[in-house]
């Protein structure tokens, strides 16, 4: 399935653009590096490539619904919503305490984009 995004273009966004590597010298990302930026967004792409972009045209023609009290959506959300809990790619910019990454919002912004 081809990808809905540029990484290369992404890429330069995040490097170039935006100078990701310079956020790691402040110290709330001072346990961070740019190499681990990019592990993380190769990480979130692998899921969304297993996961997600598979279901993607057919969650688009069947929109989620309330039934009964209950939101039903595509069954493919499913495993897609656990794989990223389980992989600690929920609420990656929240402060560690809160069970977050505490990732810059650039990379998290990245991230969720993917």
Same mark, same amino acid.
């Given at each position: ?10 890429d330069f966004l995040i ?69 990223? $809990?389980?992989?600690?790619?929920? $609420?990656v910019t929240f402060d560690? /305490?809160? $069970? ?11 991230? /969720?984009?993917?």
């Open positions: 399935m081809a990808k809905e995004y540029d990484r290369r273009n992404l490097k170039e653009v935006f100078d990701s590597a310079s956020l790691c010298k402040y110290p709330r990302f001072a346990d961070y590096t740019p190499d681990m930026f990019d592990m993380l967004l190769d990480s979130a792409d692998l899921i969304a490539e297993k996961y997600l972009r598979p279901i993607y045209v057919d969650s688009d023609r069947k929109a989620a619904e309330l039934v009964d009290g209950v939101v039903q959506v595509h069954p493919g959300v499913e495993p897609y919503v656990k794989e990223m $809990g389980e992989s600690g790619m929920i $609420g560690l /305490e809160h $069970g977050g990454q505490q990732l810059p919002s650039l990379i998290g912004g990245a991230h /969720e984009f993917i």
